[in-house]
């Protein structure tokens, strides 16, 4: 997921849709990207889980996309555990010259 999330693209598609729901071509409009392009990113982002899709009810060929908030919340409850500076232990090398 972070190698998917360390694409400049795929990080302002996200805070994008941090905006609510979009549709492709709002997403394109704003950040100045070709549509394939955001599909592309929008399948990847998608296929994590991070980003869901539902179709106009009307409209079926109108297709919106939106913040997982499960998943987003899952996401930042793991990166806000690995990066706590609370987890870091005072440990000294058992090897090399000083062991």
Do not use: T
């Not at 805070?15 to 979009?22: A, I, S, T």
């Not at 399948?43 to 908030?69: F, K, M, N, P, T």
Request: charged share 20%.
């Amino acid at each position: 997921m972070l190698k998917a999330l360390a694409d400049p693209s795929r990080l302002s598609i996200l805070n994008v849709l941090m905006e609510g729901l979009q549709c492709n071509c709002e997403i394109a409009e704003r950040l100045g990207f070709s549509l394939s392009l955001i599909s592309h990113h929008l399948r990847i982002l998608r296929e994590l889980g991070l980003v869901v899709a539902q179709r106009d009810s009307q409209d079926a060929r109108w297709i919106y996309y939106s913040i997982s908030r499960e998943k987003l919340a899952q996401l930042d409850a793991a990166m806000r555990h690995l990066l706590n500076v609370n987890r870091i232990q005072p440990r000294l090398p058992s090897c090399g010259p000083h062991s």
